[in-house]
């Protein structure tokens, strides 16, 4: 395999891995799950360090998905109590746990070369030259980890795809047919967590967190069908992978800088020529509709002209 | 109709629940005939719909029981189809109407499994029986709210359950279409023999359709066959006088 194609299908199977979760955020008014998660990692790499005083990725992973479980766990029980609404939640957990890691760090770490670009995040460009020995064949460690959390997050959706539309679209019937909305929403959030940090591992955070959200909200602009829009976030993230790649090498620049931005710009095509929910449309209908009421309008005062 | 009183389809005894330090209902006694048609009457904030999430153990209470044909509620859930209050669903979510009706089947197929063919028969007769086979591939926003009230009572139908309770069904849905939907409601007590108990703020339709009547203001006022239940006084105590003087009152249309 050429490094090219390793490093496209690295992106492609995590954007496929967070594209399947990421609607279901969307939907459930929690899109910055992701972002939170990139910031809570911080204390279990404190925490990973401290206990086995090693930055060895394989620890590091460990003490980040602790962390991030706590993370998305605390948002959703903080929503739970009904005190606070989905986007406070969030914005009060995750600077919580990155100010504990601040703290960590320079109380138990301040000699050393600790932060997250350093421990967790990964740098996509590398990916090639990340290889894994499985038995006498060389793989590719980042192709074969996102591939395995993308074929896991799939078979979780498509066996609690019922449990998810019905929790996501109307929790308090589903309350009454006892599907329980809490159970489903930890479910989904585990998998958000799981898969957020093993991502951060293989692509980075800036590329975990715009194809978690970016292709999911732009395949809701797109179709009026859930599973439709589940798998046009998914289409959304390859072509992200392939047209970043492409125009990372074109201009020499950073290639998951170049991937977010093809999935923004798809974002922004999408939100302008969407045929249903686009602002286009909506400027034409709206067109069309002001001048059938001004055509009736005239025709009822011409009416009127003539009869009088 | 001569509603059974033998076993009750929904029964309540001293139920309490609180929000913080207010009680949202204070020890309410309250019977619902099996075969007929009830509703729960009572102003804005007299717990009318904390009743129903209560009595059907979709909210915790701090005393007393329900009882649901005669069992204990959380274990009878299986008969009853529950529509709550509309006010809580994205209308924006990608949901076709049928993607919302074959939620009715959802509990007898039960987890991780897949609806059957015959319960996707079953979401086809609900659909054809309100009337909303024409838009069964609709987005759930695109229809009006007389027809998305009508997709809800489907996936009620398609529950087949002996008690259906509706949390304000008829909020945001013109005469007609309520008419509509009563009488269908109507037919279901009267070929199928189910219950229903209904959140209703419309004291007019409460007198012409329904059968029995809680009159409910955190307390329970009067509970009974509507025409011995309505009386003036019991009005008068559960909105106040105020309220039944004021023309624009719910109280106001019928009171002599």
């Known amino acids: ?308 | 109709m001569a509603p059974a009183l033998d076993i009750p389809a929904l029964e309540v005894a001293h139920l309490t629940v609180s929000y913080g330090s207010t009680p949202a209902l204070w020890d309410v006694d309250a019977t619902f005939p099996s075969g007929a048609m009830s509703a729960i009457v009572g102003p804005n904030g007299s717990g009318k719909s904390t009743l129903i999430a209560a009595a059907l153990g979709l909210v915790p209470s701090d005393s007393g029981r329900s009882t649901i044909f005669g069992r204990p509620a959380k274990e009878a859930m299986r008969r009853v189809a529950y529509v709550p209050q509309r006010e809580s669903v994205d209308w924006d979510f990608p949901i076709t109407v049928r993607e919302v009706v074959e939620m009715g089947r959802y509990a007898e197929a039960g987890w991780l499994r897949r609806i059957s063919r015959s319960d996707r028969a079953i979401v086809d007769g609900a659909i054809e029986r309100v009337g909303m086979a024409p838009y069964s591939r609709r987005q759930i926003g695109q229809l009006s709210g007389g027809q998305r009230q009508r997709v809800f009572i489907a996936r009620a139908l398609a529950q087949e359950a002996d008690l259906l309770v509706f949390d304000e069904p008829f909020a945001g849905v013109d005469a007609r279409t309520e008419a509509a939907l009563l009488s269908l409601l109507a037919q279901l007590r009267d070929r199928e023999g189910r219950s229903v108990v209904m959140v209703h703020h419309d004291l007019q339709t409460v007198r012409s359709m329904v059968d029995w009547v809680l009159l409910l203001n955190v307390r329970a006022i009067a509970c009974g066959p509507v025409a011995s239940t309505m009386t003036p006084d019991n009005l008068r105590r559960v909105y106040g006088a105020a309220d039944i003087g004021a023309p624009a009152a719910e109280g106001a249309a019928w009171v002599p």
């Not at chain 1, 609690?160 to 489903?184: G, M, N, Q």
């Not at chain 1, 602009?221 to 970043?244: F, H, K, N, P």
């Not at chain 1, 686009?278 to 002209?305: C, N, S």
């Open chain 1, 1 to 308: 395999m050429s490094d090219a194609m390793i490093i496209v299908l690295t992106a492609g199977l995590t954007a496929t891995a967070l594209a399947l979760l990421g609607p279901f955020l969307v939907l459930r008014r929690v899109a910055l799950m992701g972002d939170a998660v990139s910031h809570a990692v911080l204390p279990g790499i404190v925490a990973a360090f401290l206990v086995f005083q090693t930055r060895a990725p394989l620890v590091v992973i460990l003490g980040a998905a602790a962390f991030a479980l706590i993370c998305v766990l605390a948002i959703e029980a903080l929503r739970g109590t009904g005190l606070v609404a989905s986007d406070a939640a969030i914005g009060l957990v995750f600077p919580a746990l990155f100010a504990l890691g601040v703290l960590g760090i320079h109380r138990y770490a301040a000699n050393i070369h600790l932060d997250l670009d350093s421990t967790i995040y990964g740098e996509i460009a590398f990916a090639p030259f990340r290889t894994l020995d499985l038995g006498g064949v060389e793989v590719v460690r980042s192709v074969l980890i996102m591939g395995v959390v993308a074929a896991v997050n799939l078979g979780l959706i498509t066996l609690l795809w019922k449990e998810l539309k019905v929790t996501s679209f109307d929790p308090d019937f589903a309350r009454s047919i006892r599907f329980s909305p809490t159970v489903v929403a930890r479910l989904l959030l585990i998998a958000v967590a799981v898969t957020a940090v093993t991502a951060f591992e293989s692509v980075g955070a800036i590329l975990v967190v715009a194809l978690l959200i970016v292709p999911a909200a732009a395949a809701y602009l797109m179709t009026d069908r859930l599973v439709a829009m589940v798998a046009i976030a998914v289409a959304i993230g390859w072509v992200s992978s392939v047209v970043g790649y492409a125009g990372a090498v074109e201009v020499d620049a950073s290639i998951a800088g170049a991937m977010g931005l093809t999935a923004a710009v798809i974002f922004g095509i999408a939100l302008l020529a969407s045929p249903r929910h686009g602002l286009i449309a909506r400027a034409v209908r709206r067109a069309r509709t002001r001048r059938a009421v001004e055509r009736a309008l005239a025709e009822e005062r011409g009416a009127q002209g003539a009869g009088a």
